[in-house]
């Protein structure tokens, strides 16, 4: 099942439907509807293979996603920050969570809509020795050309296979690098809603998440003990 679900979460139905008629879907309109309907059939059985696999997946609900979030005996992980409050026209329950596994140095920030999940991102640090094969955002902040290893910082979505994700991680990495490190004033940055958070909470977006070096290591010294390196 794991190799089928690689394969799922990495298909591209409309590069599929290409390689059969030949055509580019931008052109043609056969070869675009055989991709959305190759592309319907994935996600349905990639869906079906998450849920088997005790892992996160579209449409989730916000309160199954955060039970799952705190169940996960393999990848424990702590809530760190609730910031929750009503719409706009006050008909929903909005919420910002964060949680983080010490251990591993991983800090996951979420938020929902609608009783759903609706964005999340999970950060980390790791010595690595070349680029993740998961789909993921990151750079280097220093690379060693002579042991050919690194500090690698990187995040990627959390609404789809994240704890495959991580397992597929875990093989690339040579090690979770924790404490974080910033070399050379290295720029880490978290990810956060930003529009819910200079609309609901201009301080904390200003003081704790804002990009500049000097407010980024008050949320990383006081959660991950980021440690300042030339």
Do not use: C
């Amino acid at each position: 099942m794991e190799n089928e679900l690689g394969n799922k979460l990495k298909f591209d139905g409309l590069h599929e439907a290409e390689q059969i008629t030949g055509k580019s879907y931008k052109e043609d309109g056969m070869t675009s509807a055989l991709g959305m309907q190759m592309t319907m059939a994935n996600n349905a059985r990639k869906s079906e293979l998450l849920q088997q696999s005790n892992d996160t997946h579209f449409n989730m609900s916000w309160k199954s996603f955060v039970e799952l979030i705190e169940s996960r005996t393999d990848y424990p992980f702590t809530q760190i920050h609730l910031h929750s409050w009503r719409d706009e026209k006050n008909t929903q329950q909005r919420e910002v969570r964060m949680w983080i596994n010490a251990e591993k140095g991983l800090l996951l920030v979420a938020d929902n809509f609608g009783g759903s999940v609706n964005s999340g991102s999970i950060h980390y640090q790791a010595l690595m020795s070349g680029w993740p094969t998961i789909l993921a955002s990151g750079g280097f902040q220093h690379y060693d050309e002579e042991q050919n290893q690194g500090i690698y910082n990187g995040n990627f979505d959390i609404r789809e296979g994240l704890f495959f994700r991580l397992d597929s991680l875990s093989k690339d990495i040579i090690e979770w690098h924790t404490p974080w490190t910033r070399k050379n004033n290295h720029s880490i940055f978290v990810w956060y809603p930003g529009d819910l958070g200079r609309r609901i909470d201009q301080k904390l977006f200003d003081e704790v998440f804002d990009r500049r070096p000097e407010n980024e290591r008050k949320i990383f010294e006081a959660i991950l003990e980021v440690r300042e390196e030339d």
